[in-house]
């Protein structure tokens, strides 16, 4: 089993729209969760972390589900601007700077 | 300069050369890592160096070689390389990550090598 695993997509969804992505982890002791974007030929960047209670920034908000070992993020009224690939990443368990990412996720936004 | 920078962006080698990346971040952190990303696969954690020592090591064939001489600069000495060793090398770096809880990564634009 992967240690993150996301749908590698695309979703292609028309400019106005919401949409999610998730993302299963399989190591129930990891401490830290994030999303990060990837464009095209560039490097990730973090979109922004992942509490346990929720967190929203703006039009977009992930939740986390440590119980089913679940991460989810929501991305209201999408932009152009919002095509990208979304790579789910936890730490490890034991260090925390080792970063555990997923494939990712690739979102097409259509006029 | 400002951020992370890795030079060269591009870089094409034959198995049997040696060449090195450069890595460069100008943000004060102290810690710095190499990524490999492979196309259809994830980012894969290679070399992590905390305070200038090696403190990660992920199972990466000799034929990758770093060296971190301070804390601003990272290389990757590459020899013998095989065709599959072709992806994108990432470069990143974070502040404290010894002191508990987590410290944003930041990366460099990557080094896209392709071995022939």
């Given at each position: ?111 | ?23 460069e971040q100008h943000?004060g952190h ?40 301070n804390s601003s600069h990272l ?42």
């Amino acid at each position: 089993r992967k240690e993150v695993e996301q749908d590698p997509g695309p979703f292609n969804v028309p400019e106005g729209a919401t949409v999610a992505f998730n993302c299963t982890y399989s190591n129930s002791a990891s401490q830290s969760f994030f999303w990060y974007r990837q464009d095209c030929r560039k490097e990730p960047k973090l979109l922004m972390s992942v509490y346990s209670s929720g967190n929203e920034d703006g039009r977009f908000t992930a939740q986390l589900n440590r119980a089913s070992q679940y991460i989810s993020l929501l991305i209201r009224d999408s932009k152009l601007s919002d095509s990208a690939t979304y790579l789910c990443v936890v730490t490890d368990s034991y260090n925390t700077d080792k970063l555990i990412f997923g494939t990712g996720t690739r979102l097409q936004v259509f006029p | 300069e400002t951020g992370v920078t890795q030079t060269p962006r591009h870089l094409v080698m034959g198995m049997t050369n040696k060449k090195s990346l450069k890595c460069e971040q100008h943000l004060g952190h102290n810690a710095m890592y190499w990524y490999k990303q492979s196309a259809k696969k994830p980012l894969e954690l290679m070399f992590v160096y905390s305070l200038e020592e090696r403190v990660e090591n992920n199972s990466v064939p000799s034929r990758f070689s770093p060296e971190c001489p301070n804390s601003s600069h990272l290389f990757l000495h590459l020899h013998t390389l095989q065709p599959e060793d072709s992806a994108l090398y990432l470069c990143a770096s974070s502040q404290d990550p010894g002191t508990g809880g987590y410290n944003e990564q930041f990366f460099g634009p990557g080094t896209r090598l392709t071995v022939l």
